[in-house]
Nanobody, 119 residues
Framework: VQLVESGGDSVQPGGSLTISCSAS?????MAWFRQAPGTEREGVAY???????NVVDSLKGRFTISRDNAKNTIYLQMNSLRPEDTAMYYC?????????????????WGQGTQVTVSS
């Protein structure tokens, strides 16, 4: 399975950005994680093929995850971006089981797309 992220960019604080991740085949659970330099990877959001979603509490209201099953693609809409949102954003996926915000449960990973929030 290949996961290809796209859409990372440099944006100003307060701006918006949508990043995408396309999978080479249908994956039940797909998620976004992020990692800033010198920090551990942290969960952002996940979505199932049935469109059940979860966004971590600290990002609710600003980040939205969505999915196009016909394209095997997920999206992360990020609004009101802050400098602390600067990170490499990684797509992850698993084909079955229980979808949860735990990086150890995902079997497939993309290479990441960089999001930088700076004035």
């Amino acid at each position: 399975v290949q996961l290809v992220e796209s859409g990372g960019d440099s944006v100003q604080p307060g701006g918006s950005l949508t990043i995408s991740c396309s999978a080479s085949e249908d994956m039940y659970c797909m998620a976004w994680f992020r990692q800033a330099p010198g920090t551990e990877r942290e969960g952002v959001a996940y979505i199932t093929t049935g469109h059940s979603t979860n966004v971590v509490d600290s990002l609710k209201g600003r980040f939205t995850i969505s999915r196009d099953n016909a394209k095997n693609t997920i999206y992360l809409q990020m609004n009101s971006l802050r400098p602390e949102d600067t990170a490499m954003y990684y797509c992850a996926a698993r084909s079955g089981g229980y979808c949860q915000m735990d990086s150890n449960t995902f079997t497939e990973w993309g290479q990441g797309t960089q999001v930088t929030v700076s004035s």
